[in-house]
């Protein structure tokens, strides 16, 4: 009785937190954010606890794991719209390298060292930091790598608006300003509550609305 109990247990928690992941959405594992890690922790370790007690009522599992994922929802419906929030929450990426000089202040900061920095470079089949043009810590720890190349005019694009939200740090980089770009945005009748992406290159300036994207 014991081994069967335990058995359908299993089998209940694995096809009912497979459905859980479905509703809380794709996301790779690598790329968890930080409440992302909690929540699975969280729900793993109930799951886990529910099986090891065979004589323990199942629903005294299910129903806070139901409550972690009704949180982790409204939290990523309200960072989804508010970048502050979302900012707080998943932090923000961090520029290592930029124009192949590496940023030592922003590794400080982020306790990222060389030798980590070093290891993901090669994991991308990077020998030297000098191979590199930028690279990005992203807030899921993944680095972003892009490579120099022999074409000296080549440019990245570079996102100046998120989500309505002027990304100061890159307009510094351009040598733009916020009246340049809210100059630019009128002469193409947009509001800047009203721009979902915007992004400068080859000294354009390209825009995505957020009516386009729903």
Do not use: C
């Not at 139901?66 to 929802?73: E, G, K, S, T």
């Not at 961090?94 to 920095?117: A, H, P, T």
């Not at 191979?131 to 100046?160: C, H, M, Q």
Request: no cysteine; aromatic share 12%; glycine share 4%.
């Amino acid at each position: 009785m014991v081994y069967f109990t335990v058995l359908w247990k299993t089998l209940l928690f694995y096809f009912f937190i497979m459905i859980i992941y479905r509703i809380m959405g794709k996301r790779e594992v690598g790329e968890l954010s930080i409440m992302d890690l909690i929540v699975s922790i969280f729900i793993a370790e109930l799951a886990a606890i529910s099986i090891d007690n065979y004589k323990e009522n199942v629903f005294i599992s299910i129903i806070p794991i139901f409550v972690l994922v009704i949180i982790q929802l409204v939290i990523s419906r309200i960072s989804l719209r508010n970048t502050k929030i979302r900012s707080v929450l998943d932090g923000n990426p961090s520029m290592i390298i930029e124009r192949g000089k590496v940023n030592f202040k922003e590794m400080l900061k982020q306790r990222y060292n060389l030798d980590d920095l070093l290891v993901q470079l090669r994991s991308r089949g990077i020998k030297s930091i000098e191979e590199v043009d930028y690279a990005i810590l992203e807030t899921s720890g993944k680095l972003s790598v892009f490579r120099k190349v022999d074409d000296k005019n080549r440019v990245y694009p570079l996102p100046i608006i998120i989500d309505g939200k002027i990304q100061k740090d890159v307009l510094y980089q351009i040598g733009k300003d916020s009246i340049w770009l809210i100059n630019a945005l009128r002469q193409e009748n947009y509001l800047l509550e009203d721009v979902f992406y915007g992004f400068y290159q080859k000294n354009k300036l390209f825009l995505i609305k957020k009516e386009t994207v729903k």
